[in-house]
C-alpha cells in the first residue's frame, strides 16, 4: 500500500511539473506577455478623442471605452488574465474611431505575444504622408 501510495504521488507531481513547464516555458522564452492594444498620439500639438471597441468571433461587444489621448502621449491597455494564459481564442475586431471623423478596423488574433498598436498622426514610413489613423499588429 505504502508503495503505491508513492507511485501515484510520484506520477501526480511528475504531471503537474510537466504542465507548469507547458505553461511557463514560452514566457521564459519570449518574456512577458504584450498589452492587449497600445494607443500612440504623435500628434505633438493636438489631443485626440479615440473610441475603440473590440469584438469577439461570436460578435459580442468585450471592451469598448472613449479614451482622450494627450499630445505625444502614449497609453496602454493590459489584456485580460484568461488572454495571458491561453493561446489564441479565435478572432477578434478592432473598431477604432479618431475624434469621431476617421475609422479604421483590425482584425486578428489575440494571443500573449501579439498587440495591436493604434497610432494617431503617424508618418508613413515608405510616402512620407502623414496618417491620422494606422493600426498594425505587433508580434514579438
Not at 96 to 120: G, K, M, Q, S, Y
Request: aromatic share 10%; charged share 20%.
Amino acid at each position: 500500500m505504502r508503495k503505491r501510495t508513492a507511485i501515484v504521488l510520484g506520477l501526480g507531481i511528475a504531471m503537474v511539473l510537466a504542465i507548469s513547464f507547458f505553461i511557463l516555458y514560452p514566457y521564459v522564452l519570449m518574456g512577458p506577455p504584450l498589452h492587449l492594444f497600445s494607443i500612440q498620439n504623435r500628434d505633438g500639438t493636438d489631443a485626440h478623442e479615440v473610441l475603440v471597441e473590440i469584438i469577439d468571433s461570436e460578435h459580442q461587444p468585450i471592451f469598448t471605452e472613449t479614451i482622450v489621448v494627450a499630445p505625444n502621449e502614449e497609453i496602454s491597455y493590459p489584456k485580460p488574465l484568461w488572454l495571458k494564459l491561453t493561446r489564441s481564442r479565435g478572432e477578434y475586431t478592432f473598431n477604432v474611431r479618431v475624434d469621431n471623423t476617421f475609422t479604421e478596423t483590425c482584425t486578428t488574433e489575440v494571443d500573449p505575444w501579439l498587440e495591436v498598436l493604434i497610432a494617431l498622426y503617424a508618418r508613413d514610413p515608405r510616402s512620407g504622408e502623414i496618417r491620422p489613423l494606422t493600426i498594425t499588429r505587433v508580434v514579438v
